[in-house]
T-cell receptor, first 116, second 113 residues
C-alpha cells in the first residue's frame, strides 16, 4: 500500500509555462483534495473532488484547473504559471462518513513548484 | 465564518520540558478536531483526532489533546519533549458531513538541547 503518491517531487517552470501535478491513491477513498502551503498561511484548499466525476472550488482556486480522472487519480494544473504559484502542493484523500473511523485526511509527500 | 486559530507562530522549548500548543476554533457547532505534524520536507501526519466523548484524547508519539467546549479550544500537550519533536504542528477542524478541512496557520516548534 503506497497510500497517497505525488509526482513530481520538484518542478521548476518559467512564467507562462504549464505542467500537471499528479496525485494517486490506493486507499479506495472517494474524496480527494489539493492544497497549497505557503509560509505563515497554513494549508489552503485549492480544489476538491467529493467523488469521481465531480470537482469543486476551495479557498484559492483562481489560476488552476483540476481533473478527477478516475477514483484513484486527481490532477492539478496551473493554467499559465505565475511566480505567485510558487508553493508546496499537497494532495490528500479521505473517506467521509459518520463516526470515528472516517474523516481523517491522508496526505501525500508534496510537490515543490517554483515559477521563475 | 468558520476558522481555526493557532495563536503561536513559533515556540521554543528545552528538551525534556513540557509542551502545550494552543488551538481555538470558531464554528456554529462542535466540529471534528485534528492535530497534524509536519517534519521538515515531509507531508502531514495525523497525531490525534476528537469526534465526541472523552474530552482528553491520546495520540501517537506521546501527545494528547484536551477539548474544552467552553473555551472553543483543542490544545495539544506533551509532558516531556524530545529533539525529534521539532516540526510544524497544525490544528484542523471539519464539521460533520462537510467536505472541507480548515487548517490553522501552524506552530513551528524548536527544541533546545
Amino acid at each position: 500500500n503506497a497510500g497517497v503518491t505525488q509526482t513530481p517531487k520538484f518542478q521548476v517552470l518559467k512564467t507562462g509555462q504549464s505542467m500537471t501535478l499528479q496525485c494517486a491513491q490506493d486507499m479506495n477513498h472517494n474524496s480527494m483534495y489539493w492544497y497549497r502551503q505557503d509560509p505563515g498561511m497554513g494549508l489552503r484548499l485549492i480544489y476538491y473532488s467529493a467523488s469521481e466525476g465531480t470537482t469543486d472550488k476551495g479557498e484559492v482556486p483562481n489560476g488552476y484547473n483540476v481533473s478527477r480522472l478516475n477514483k484513484r487519480e486527481f490532477s492539478l494544473r496551473p493554467e499559465s504559471a505565475a511566480p505567485s504559484q510558487t508553493s508546496v502542493y499537497f494532495c490528500a484523500t479521505t473517506e467521509p462518513g459518520q463516526g470515528f473511523l472516517y474523516n481523517e485526511q491522508f496526505f501525500g509527500p508534496g510537490t515543490r513548484l517554483t515559477v521563475l | 465564518a468558520q476558522s481555526v486559530t493557532q495563536p503561536d507562530i513559533h515556540i521554543t522549548v528545552s528538551e525534556g520540558a513540557s509542551l502545550e500548543l494552543r488551538c481555538n476554533y470558531s464554528y456554529g457547532a462542535t466540529p471534528y478536531l485534528f492535530w497534524y505534524v509536519q517534519s521538515p520536507g515531509q507531508g502531514l501526519q495525523l497525531l490525534l483526532k476528537y469526534f465526541s466523548g472523552d474530552t482528553l484524547v491520546q495520540g501517537i508519539k506521546g501527545f494528547e489533546a484536551e477539548f474544552k467546549r467552553s473555551q472553543s479550544s483543542f490544545n495539544l500537550r506533551k509532558p516531556s519533549v524530545h529533539w525529534s519533536d521539532a516540526a510544524e504542528y497544525f490544528c484542523a477542524a471539519r464539521l460533520q458531513g462537510a467536505q472541507k478541512l480548515v487548517f490553522g496557520q501552524g506552530t513551528r516548534l524548536t527544541i533546545n538541547p
